[in-house]
């Protein structure tokens, strides 16, 4: 299928006063910025349902003075090869630590990866962004 489909779409009145004001910062128009929202929305869903490949980003918050905190996610880390690419550690203050950990493979992989990494000691936080591609 080739060329554009025109739709109309309902939204509130302030919702859409809004919206206008960002893409207008942003220097897009409505039909681009509802393009890119409507791709970010099946993109997520689609790597929801465990479907293909995704690839992403895993920021995980954890206690340095937690016995083991650190091992056990860098245990995770070598047994998901597969699917973790890249990783870079911050110091937060004394006692916490973030980890940011590129990721890229098959959805089930990394989504086991996340459950694992939230049950990990000394795990305070887990927030990701994936994306099927």
């Not at 954890?62 to 911050?90: C, K, M, P, W």
Request: charged share 20%; net charge negative; with cysteine.
């Amino acid at each position: 299928m080739t060329g554009v489909q025109r739709f109309s779409v309902s939204a509130p009145p302030d919702l859409l006063v809004e919206f206008d004001g960002v893409i207008g910062r942003l220097g897009q128009d409505r039909s681009k910025a509802i393009q890119q929202a409507m791709r970010l929305f099946l993109s997520e869903h689609k790597w929801m349902s465990g479907e293909g490949e995704c690839a992403g980003a895993i920021i995980v918050t954890y206690d340095h003075g937690v016995h083991e905190a650190e091992e056990g996610i860098t245990d995770l880390q070598h047994q998901f090869r597969g699917v973790v690419n890249s990783a870079l550690h911050l110091h937060i203050d004394e006692s916490n630590c973030l980890q940011m950990i590129a990721i890229r493979g098959q959805t089930e992989g990394v989504s086991q990866l996340i459950n694992r990494l939230s049950a990990c000691k000394g795990v305070k936080q887990v927030r990701f962004t994936v994306l099927s591609i």
